[in-house]
T-cell receptor
Framework: NAGVTQTPKFRVLKTGQSMTLLCAQD?????MYWYRQDPGMGLRLIHY???????AKGEVPDGYNVSRLKKQNFLLGLESAAPSQTSVYFC?????????????FGSGTQLSVL | EDQVTQSPEALRLQEGESSSLNCSYT??????LFWYRQDPGKGPEFLFT???AGEEKEKERLKATLTKKESFLHITAPKPEDSATYLC???????????FGQGTRLTINP
């Protein structure tokens, strides 16, 4: 059981380039999330999805887009990367229900924007 | 605005030296408080959920407690493998997101 898998693990972009981060989970979870983690800032929610075909904005959505065409996949896109988007990105998932209890996290994508 | 502040930022202990990590929070209405452990280069791993003041949960050498304003993560007789960053997060009623603190980086020296 792989859990939550993120690809790629590392990426370097130039300002203005675009890219897509892929998150895949094999636990049949309803809810999926994208967080970014920056030194001294804690984890901050970018976008989330409560089910296939749905997405919603989180705390820091600007500059990012997401799609959840299949239940097991949650894509995070950067249309025009900026240095402020240099961060570690984590995807997480959980079963449906009322609580955020026991989020399952991937191992992260380290992104540098030059 | 919901906020979480963790202290200290970093803590070094000798193996076997017990201590506590603090998580102070302000939230409009607490639905749950969560503790996660994060090892370098990995994603956070769930430890505990606490729901109401007075609640306690234990797992091996860790015990989490909750009051109306803060939570403590007590570490008893720690071992080097307990070295990690410990994250605290809160969820308010009606909110989808967790609000995370910056974490406490714990190092246990053998």
């Amino acid at each position: 059981n792989a859990g939550v898998t993120q690809t790629p693990k590392f990426r370097v972009l130039k300002t203005g380039q675009s890219m897509t981060l892929l998150c895949a989970q094999d636990m049949n979870h309803e809810y999926m999330y994208w967080y970014r983690q920056d030194p001294g800032m804690g984890l901050r929610l970018i976008h989330y999805s409560v089910g296939e075909g749905t997405t919603a904005k989180g705390e820091v959505p600007d500059g990012y887009n997401v799609s959840r065409l299949k239940k097991q996949n949650f894509l995070l896109g950067l249309e025009s990367a900026a240095p402020s988007q240099t961060s570690v990105y984590f995807c997480a998932s959980r079963p449906g229900g009322r609580l955020n209890e026991k989020l399952f996290f991937g191992s992260g994508t380290q992104l540098s924007v030059l | 605005e919901d906020q979480v502040t963790q202290s200290p930022e970093a803590l070094r202990l000798q193996e076997g030296e017990s201590s506590s990590l603090n998580c102070s929070y302000t939230v409009s209405g607490l639905r749950g408080l969560f503790w996660y452990r994060q090892d370098p280069g990995k994603g956070p791993e769930f430890l505990f959920t606490l729901y109401s003041a007075g609640e306690e949960k234990e797992k091996e050498r860790l015990k989490a407690t909750l009051t109306k304003k803060e939570s403590f993560l007590h570490i008893t007789a720690p071992k080097p493998e307990d070295s990690a960053t410990y994250l605290c997060a809160v969820q308010a009623w009606g909110a989808q997101k967790l609000v995370f603190g910056q974490g406490t980086r714990l190092t246990i020296n053998p």
